[in-house]
């Protein structure tokens, strides 16, 4: 059972990207799902979750720019994230917390 990110790149600051993530078992649509961060040197940090009632949360840091959505169907996890900052330049990673199963992360590069 495998969880594979894909949509990271580099963008300019202001801009948007997409990053998507697909589970490859069963229990998706049963799991809360997350998209977490690690900046370089810094340690890894929540971005946004999505509930199984698709009930978000999210970082104040990225409330407003960032929106987690979820596809029950095709068992994946959208991350639509706009006007990107060089702050959010890192390595995200797709999660389902409750079974600790992770992705392989994608880069997001954030040029000012």
């Known amino acids: 059972v495998q969880l594979q990110a894909c949509g990271g790149g580099l963008v300019q600051a202001g801009g948007s990207l997409r990053l998507s993530c697909v589970h490859s078992?069963?229990?998706?649509?049963?799991?809360?799902v997350a998209w977490y961060r690690q900046a370089p040197g810094k340690q890894r940090e929540l971005v946004a979750d999505?509930?199984?009632?698709?009930?978000?949360n999210y970082a104040d840091s990225v409330k407003g720019r960032f929106t987690i959505s979820r596809d029950n169907v095709k068992k994946t996890v959208y991350l639509q994230m706009n006007n990107l900052k060089p702050e959010d330049t890192a390595v995200y990673y797709c999660?389902?917390?409750?079974?600790?199963?992770w992705g392989q992360g994608t880069l997001v590069t954030v040029s000012s």
């Open positions: 999660t389902l917390p409750y079974d600790n199963l």
């Open positions: 999505i509930a199984m009632t698709k009930h978000t």
């Open positions: 078992g069963t229990i998706f649509s049963i799991r809360t």
